[in-house]
C-alpha cells in the first residue's frame, strides 16, 4: 500500500519537475534568442491586422480561390472551415487536418503548390475543435475524433453529388495533431475515407508500444546485472544503452511536459516574451534564411481571428439564407491569447490521442451505412468495405485498416525515428507506403521542399485522372531526389 503511494508520488513529482525544468529552459532560451523583450512596432501591429483580417475576415477568400464556411456538429458546436467549392460535384474530396500550433490556414503556401489538384478536385481543410475559427470544446478528448469523422461524413454528403460516379473518392491528410488523429480515424472509422495521408506525427499507439518494448528488455537486462552485478557488470551499462532511445523521446517532447504543468504555467508559456514560444515553432516551420516567413502573417494563421474578425458574416449561409458567423467562444479566445493557447493545448492533456474512444449511436449507424454501401456489388469503384476484408485483420492492436501513406520528414524536432517510425510498418495494412524525406523537419506542409513533395504525392492520387502508381516514393522522387522508400505494402 504505502510503497504504491510512495511510487506514484515519486512518479508525479518527476513528472513535474521534469516539466518545470523544461518551462524555466524554455524562458531561457527566449531570452538568449533576444525574443524576449522584443516589442512590436507599430508597423507589426498593422501588419497583424492586415494578416487577420485575410484570413479571418469571413467576406473574404483567405486564399486564392477559397471561401469560409461553417458545419454545425450534432453536439452543437461549429467547426468552421475553408473550401474551393460550395456545392455538390463528382469530383474527389481531399480533407486537410492540421496540427499544434497552426489552423487551417497553415496550408495557405501548399495549396498555391500547382500539383495540388486544385481545379478538379473539392478541397476542405477545417480547423481542429478550439483552433482557429473553430468553436472551443470543454475537452479535448476522443469527442474530437467524434467530431471529426461527423465532419468528414458531412463533407462526403454535402460535396459528393449522390450521382457522381462510384469513383469519386475522399482522402483525408494530416499533418501533427492531425496526423495522430488521423492514424486514430483509419484504425477505429476506416470507413470514413479511401485513404490516409498521414505527415510527421506519431502513431500513438505504435509509438507506445515501442516503449514498453524498450523498458522490457532494458528491466530484463538490468535484473541480470543486479542477480550477479560482479559477473554481468557490463549489463549495466548495455541496459542504460537500450533505454537511450526513449530518453531521447522524453527530452524530445519536453513541451508536452510543460502542457501538463497547472494552468498557471501553461498559460504564461503561451505569452510569455510576446508570444516567443508560437514564434519559435513558426521559425522552425520555414527553416533558416526563408524568404516567405512572415511573423504577423504566421501569428495570425495561430491565434484564429481577432475580435474584429468576429464580427463579420460569410456573404451566403450554408443553408443558402442566413450568413454564418464565428460562435461566441471563437470571441472569447479572440479576447484571451492565453484562454487560445490553453484550448490549444487541451490535446496534450485531455487524452485525444489514447483515451479509448466509445462511439455515438449515430456515428456507429453512419459508420455502418458506409460500410454497407461500399460493399455494395455494383459500387465497383468504391474501396470495398475494409473491416470484413482479412487482409485488414486487426493483426496488431490500434493497426491501421485503410490505405495508409506515410510521408515523414527526417529531422523531426519532436518525435524520434526509433521511438515514432521504426516498426511502423506493422501497423500499416495492404496499398500502404512510408516514404523519408532525409532533409527535411516537422514541418513537411510548410518548408518548400518537403511541401512540394507532399503536394506531388496527393496529386498522383487525388487527380481525376489519377492512375494507380507502383509506388508513391518514385513520383516524390521526381521533385525531392534523395526521398527514400522504406516500406511497402
Ligand atoms: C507584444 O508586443 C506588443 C507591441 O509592443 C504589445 O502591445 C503586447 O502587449 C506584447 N505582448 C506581450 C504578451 O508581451
Ligand atoms: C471584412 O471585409 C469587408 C470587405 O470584404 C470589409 O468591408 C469589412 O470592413 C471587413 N470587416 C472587418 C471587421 O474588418
Ligand atoms: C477554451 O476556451 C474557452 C473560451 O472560448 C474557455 O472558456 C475554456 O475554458 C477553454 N477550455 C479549455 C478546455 O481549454
Given at each position: 500500500m504505502a510503497s504504491s503511494f510512495f511510487r506514484k508520488a515519486l512518479k508525479s513529482v518527476s513528472f513535474y519537475a521534469f516539466g518545470l525544468f523544461n518551462w524555466f529552459l524554455f524562458l531561457g532560451l527566449f531570452v538568449r534568442s533576444g525574443t524576449f523583450f522584443k516589442k512590436d512596432s507599430e508597423q507589426d501591429k498593422l501588419q497583424y491586422a492586415i494578416a487577420r483580417d485575410r484570413f479571418?475576415?469571413?467576406?473574404?477568400?483567405?486564399?486564392?480561390g477559397f471561401r469560409h464556411f461553417f458545419y454545425t456538429l450534432r453536439n452543437g458546436l461549429q467547426l468552421h472551415y475553408v473550401s474551393n467549392r460550395h456545392g455538390p460535384s463528382s469530383d474527389n474530396l481531399i480533407v486537410f487536418l492540421h496540427g499544434f500550433p497552426?489552423?487551417?490556414?497553415?496550408?495557405r503556401h501548399l495549396m498555391?503548390?500547382?500539383?495540388?489538384p486544385s481545379n478538379e478536385a473539392t478541397i476542405v481543410c477545417v480547423d481542429l475543435p478550439?483552433?482557429?475559427?473553430s468553436d472551443s470544446f470543454k475537452?479535448?478528448?476522443?469527442e474530437v475524433l467524434e467530431a471529426l469523422a461527423e465532419f468528414v461524413i458531412a463533407m462526403r454528403e454535402k460535396y459528393?453529388?449522390?450521382?457522381?460516379?462510384?469513383?469519386?473518392r475522399t482522402f483525408i491528410v494530416g499533418h501533427d495533431w492531425g496526423c495522430a488523429l488521423g492514424f486514430r480515424l483509419a484504425s477505429?472509422?476506416?470507413?470514413?475515407?479511401?485513404r490516409f495521408t498521414m505527415t510527421n506525427a506519431p502513431h500513438v499507439e505504435h509509438a507506445l508500444a515501442n516503449k514498453d518494448r524498450l523498458l522490457n528488455s532494458a528491466s530484463k537486462i538490468f535484473k541480470q546485472f543486479k542477480h550477479s552485478p560482479r559477473r554481468n557488470f557490463g549489463c549495466l551499462s548495455k541496459s542504460l544503452n537500450t533505454l537511450r532511445p526513449l530518453l531521447r523521446q522524453t527530452l524530445l517532447m519536453g513541451y508536452i511536459f510543460v502542457f501538463n504543468l497547472p494552468p498557471i504555467f501553461v498559460k504564461y508559456m503561451g505569452v510569455a516574451g510576446n508570444y516567443s514560444f508560437v514564434r519559435g515553432a513558426h521559425r522552425l516551420a520555414y527553416?533558416?534564411?526563408?524568404?516567405?516567413?512572415r511573423v504577423q502573417e504566421s501569428m495570425a494563421a495561430s491565434f484564429g481571428p481577432g475580435p474584429e474578425e468576429c464580427k463579420t458574416s460569410t456573404l451566403?449561409?450554408?443553408?443558402?439564407k442566413d450568413a454564418d458567423t464565428y460562435g461566441p467562444s471563437v470571441l472569447e479566445r479572440a479576447k484571451s491569447p492565453k484562454q487560445a493557447f490553453w484550448n490549444m493545448t487541451g490535446y496534450y492533456r485531455d487524452g485525444a490521442a489514447w483515451r479509448p474512444w466509445t462511439k455515438s449511436l449515430e456515428l456507429l449507424a453512419d459508420l455502418y451505412s458506409l460500410e454497407e454501401a461500399a460493399s455494395?456489388?455494383?459500387?465497383?469503384?468504391r474501396r470495398r468495405s475494409s473491416v470484413s476484408n482479412?487482409?485488414?485483420?486487426?493483426?496488431?492492436?490500434?493497426?491501421?485498416?485503410a490505405p495508409t501513406y506515410v510521408i515523414w520528414?527526417?529531422?523531426?524536432?519532436?518525435?524520434s525515428r526509433a521511438m515514432c517510425?521504426?516498426?511502423l510498418g506493422d501497423y500499416l495494412g495492404k496499398d500502404s507506403e512510408i516514404t523519408i524525406?532525409?532533409?527535411?523537419?516537422?514541418?513537411t506542409p510548410v518548408a518548400p521542399e518537403s511541401r512540394l513533395a507532399l503536394a506531388t504525392a496527393i496529386g498522383s492520387y487525388a487527380a481525376k485522372d489519377a492512375t494507380p502508381m507502383p509506388t508513391m516514393t518514385s513520383e516524390v522522387q521526381k521533385v525531392y531526389p534523395d526521398a527514400a522508400l522504406v516500406v511497402k505494402k
Amino acid at each position: 500500500m504505502a510503497s504504491s503511494f510512495f511510487r506514484k508520488a515519486l512518479k508525479s513529482v518527476s513528472f513535474y519537475a521534469f516539466g518545470l525544468f523544461n518551462w524555466f529552459l524554455f524562458l531561457g532560451l527566449f531570452v538568449r534568442s533576444g525574443t524576449f523583450f522584443k516589442k512590436d512596432s507599430e508597423q507589426d501591429k498593422l501588419q497583424y491586422a492586415i494578416a487577420r483580417d485575410r484570413f479571418w475576415n469571413l467576406s473574404k477568400a483567405p486564399f486564392p480561390g477559397f471561401r469560409h464556411f461553417f458545419y454545425t456538429l450534432r453536439n452543437g458546436l461549429q467547426l468552421h472551415y475553408v473550401s474551393n467549392r460550395h456545392g455538390p460535384s463528382s469530383d474527389n474530396l481531399i480533407v486537410f487536418l492540421h496540427g499544434f500550433p497552426d489552423s487551417s490556414m497553415m496550408w495557405r503556401h501548399l495549396m498555391q503548390e500547382p500539383a495540388i489538384p486544385s481545379n478538379e478536385a473539392t478541397i476542405v481543410c477545417v480547423d481542429l475543435p478550439g483552433y482557429g475559427g473553430s468553436d472551443s470544446f470543454k475537452k479535448y478528448d476522443t469527442e474530437v475524433l467524434e467530431a471529426l469523422a461527423e465532419f468528414v461524413i458531412a463533407m462526403r454528403e454535402k460535396y459528393i453529388s449522390a450521382d457522381a460516379p462510384d469513383s469519386a473518392r475522399t482522402f483525408i491528410v494530416g499533418h501533427d495533431w492531425g496526423c495522430a488523429l488521423g492514424f486514430r480515424l483509419a484504425s477505429e472509422a476506416p470507413c470514413i475515407a479511401d485513404r490516409f495521408t498521414m505527415t510527421n506525427a506519431p502513431h500513438v499507439e505504435h509509438a507506445l508500444a515501442n516503449k514498453d518494448r524498450l523498458l522490457n528488455s532494458a528491466s530484463k537486462i538490468f535484473k541480470q546485472f543486479k542477480h550477479s552485478p560482479r559477473r554481468n557488470f557490463g549489463c549495466l551499462s548495455k541496459s542504460l544503452n537500450t533505454l537511450r532511445p526513449l530518453l531521447r523521446q522524453t527530452l524530445l517532447m519536453g513541451y508536452i511536459f510543460v502542457f501538463n504543468l497547472p494552468p498557471i504555467f501553461v498559460k504564461y508559456m503561451g505569452v510569455a516574451g510576446n508570444y516567443s514560444f508560437v514564434r519559435g515553432a513558426h521559425r522552425l516551420a520555414y527553416g533558416r534564411g526563408s524568404t516567405e516567413y512572415r511573423v504577423q502573417e504566421s501569428m495570425a494563421a495561430s491565434f484564429g481571428p481577432g475580435p474584429e474578425e468576429c464580427k463579420t458574416s460569410t456573404l451566403l449561409g450554408t443553408d443558402g439564407k442566413d450568413a454564418d458567423t464565428y460562435g461566441p467562444s471563437v470571441l472569447e479566445r479572440a479576447k484571451s491569447p492565453k484562454q487560445a493557447f490553453w484550448n490549444m493545448t487541451g490535446y496534450y492533456r485531455d487524452g485525444a490521442a489514447w483515451r479509448p474512444w466509445t462511439k455515438s449511436l449515430e456515428l456507429l449507424a453512419d459508420l455502418y451505412s458506409l460500410e454497407e454501401a461500399a460493399s455494395q456489388p455494383n459500387s465497383l469503384g468504391r474501396r470495398r468495405s475494409s473491416v470484413s476484408n482479412p487482409l485488414f485483420a486487426d493483426l496488431v492492436k490500434g493497426s491501421v485498416k485503410a490505405p495508409t501513406y506515410v510521408i515523414w520528414g527526417e529531422q523531426e524536432q519532436a518525435c524520434s525515428r526509433a521511438m515514432c517510425l521504426d516498426g511502423l510498418g506493422d501497423y500499416l495494412g495492404k496499398d500502404s507506403e512510408i516514404t523519408i524525406l532525409p532533409r527535411s523537419g516537422h514541418w513537411t506542409p510548410v518548408a518548400p521542399e518537403s511541401r512540394l513533395a507532399l503536394a506531388t504525392a496527393i496529386g498522383s492520387y487525388a487527380a481525376k485522372d489519377a492512375t494507380p502508381m507502383p509506388t508513391m516514393t518514385s513520383e516524390v522522387q521526381k521533385v525531392y531526389p534523395d526521398a527514400a522508400l522504406v516500406v511497402k505494402k
